[in-house]
């Protein structure tokens, strides 16, 4: 089965110098991959013939579709969504709607990216509100998918109750674990720790696991994001957003103070010379440019969202992570998984605001 | 001006064998202090004796309290409050009431400290809710003062804004600067970003700076606190206690990486031998403990609140942080700033999510 891809070329910070690189590197080495290049052709062509690749024997699995315009960082969401209509974001989302590509990657303004793919593709049946799924790596050397990081600033209970199936979908689909494990983000990790909103919902995920629908395994505080405790940790885009930055913010700062502190003289520098091996698969395993790439779930079809600084290397992670999600069926997964949501309506007890009485049949976890 | 700092003993994961020993420490190396060293008589005695203390010549300058309760970790907070009268946390406490201490310090269960903290001292005039405010390295070699860790999961613009005034006072008593730069966590930079309530709060700040009472940077994002874009950091203790925590684990994630690749082979362990002092300086930079000591701040005292894991050498941080409050007047100068809010009422375009009643008695908002 070969995956159509489709690029926003003009999307993030290098655009098609980085976009066009990291297309071309990534249907160099995968068979069964089509990709689609969106946005303005002449640019493209130069960047692909830079490339030596228009001679290439993989040149047939790049074809490139013209986009006139482009969103910006700066553009307001009315701007990208109303007035740009041929705007390579769009354009490149519209391949999916027009069933002419099977998952979509950019590195665009993300609220705008959101925003389109929302109004081209709609959300799944029994989906309020897309969230923005990432990975990032733990303690355990395993995966830890994080949602939503930014698409919600505000959330009620049910949609973090519906992130957390969706990314039960997603990590089921992609990483092969039946039944993964979910954590709520709070800051203890007694029942009776939390704001409202957060207590509410374990209530509801409570629920969700006593019918079997996920493997909910409580709180999880920030340390075990990275300490790898849950497969999946659930948080509002608000909490999402900050943690992550602030992840990446630490990261940067270890980095530049190792450098210094290796530079300081011949000796570290020396030590520094023979380690480097060592230094190197550190760099390697905490290097974000592995993780790049976040999921907008809940969509009807399958947008990857790049960072927006990412070079070639980084942006080739988010084509990959596009290529897994749309080879291992994760639409599917999620749609079915919330379909089941449908099917098992909404208990009145979970509808508003928990009163997990007497009709759940899971009681006893009402408790504590 | 002999500055007397109560130590509760008995608090934290360790005890006795950290509190009193990082104590003894301190009370060596710092002329003007008197320690009061509340818990079990005969237990700090004993450790006293072991540390050899009891006839140095500095033993003068201790002091102890007996308390025959502990309040545990596992302490739900009406049994720390309103059975354990006499538990060292209390006592160390009355210690500032009894004007016999100028500050206190304690490892304990941080929602005991905070409730038992309130009720034994009140909060200070104009303040709805106290707040924890830590401290954390930067890229620019500075202190980034953060608050809320934790105390309130759910805050108001008010409560945020008086955060931001506390914490100003409290950095410029501490560091020397004058006006320092108060950044709003959100989750982007644009006034248009963010949530409800932090969207009101930077109105309330844009106001604060207006006056000339703060000096209001704007929003900020998580990577900010690292990189030292502002002095001070305000988000909500629910932000703020799970982004604290993913750092520390992200800290211990890539400690563990780093060790375990220095240690895969001869060649990288002797390149981590020869660079070893560069690998100290970066572990002297960034280790956790140095920033040990998170204040209480808007309470009629100074309660300092260790790490509970905290070992000797953390511990004696904390007990540094508490000795530098105290010897810089902050109680004096949160006090003041405090005051000046009351007299500068809130302006009307904010008073909608304001309505800072100097009546509310400062009772009932529960931290739980």
């Given amino acids: 089965m070969t995956i159509r891809i ?21 249907v160099k080495r995968t068979e069964d991959v089509q990709m689609i290049l969106v946005g303005q052709e002449n640019i493209i062509r130069s960047e692909l013939k830079k490339l030596k690749f228009d001679h290439h024997s993989r040149f047939p699995f790049i074809s490139i579709v013209h986009a006139s315009e482009v969103v910006t960082m700066e553009d307001p969401l009315e701007v990208a969504l109303r007035r740009k209509k041929d705007s390579s974001m769009r354009v490149a989302i519209n391949q999916i709607k027009d069933e002419q590509a099977d998952v979509c990657v950019s590195a665009g303004n993300t609220g705008a990216l959101m925003a389109i793919s929302r109004y081209v593709l709609k959300t799944l049946p029994n989906v309020d509100r897309p969230a923005i799924c990432s990975i990032l790596p733990n303690q355990k050397n395993k995966p830890t998918y994080m949602l ?3 698409a919600n600033v505000d959330c009620e209970p049910r949609h973090l109750q519906q992130f957390a199936i969706m990314a039960a979908a997603l990590f089921s689909a992609v990483e092969g674990t039946a039944m993964p494990t979910v954590g709520l983000l709070n800051v203890g990790e007694e029942d009776i720790k939390g704001n409202d909103v ?4 374990a209530q509801l995920l409570r629920d969700e696991h006593a019918k079997g629908v996920i493997n909910f395994y409580g709180n999880v505080e920030g340390n075990d994001i990275f300490a790898g405790t849950t497969d999946i940790v659930v948080c509002d885009g608000f909490v999402g ?3 992550l930055k602030a992840a990446e913010g630490l990261g940067r700062f270890v980095k530049t103070v190792l450098n210094a502190e290796f530079k300081r003289n011949f000796i570290t520098m020396l030590g520094a010379l023979i ?13 974000p440019s592995n993780y790049n790439g976040g999921s907008l779930l809940g969509l009807r079809g399958l947008v990857i969202k ?10 080739e992670w988010a084509i990959q992570r596009a290529y897994d999600a749309a080879k291992n069926g994760v639409l599917e997964h999620i749609a079915s998984a919330m379909n089941e949501l449908v099917a098992q309506p909404v208990s009145e007890s979970v509808a508003g605001a928990i009163d997990v009485s007497s009709e759940t049949p899971l009681g006893e976890t009402g408790t504590s």
């Avoid at 489709?6 to 990534?26: E, K, Q």
């Avoid at 957060?198 to 919902?201: D, E, R, S, Y």
């Avoid at 600084?309 to 942006?315: I, N």
């Fill in 6 to 26: 489709s690029i926003d070329c003009m999307g993030g910070d290098h655009g098609p110098a980085v976009t066009v690189a990291a297309a071309v590197s990534f």
């Fill in 148 to 150: 939503d990081l930014g």
């Fill in 198 to 201: 957060v207590k509410k919902t």
């Fill in 241 to 243: 957003n900050v943690t």
């Fill in 275 to 287: 380690a480097r091996s060592a230094l190197k698969a550190v760099g390697s395993r905490l290097n």
């Fill in 306 to 315: 790049s960072h927006g600084g990412a070079d070639a290397y980084s942006f």
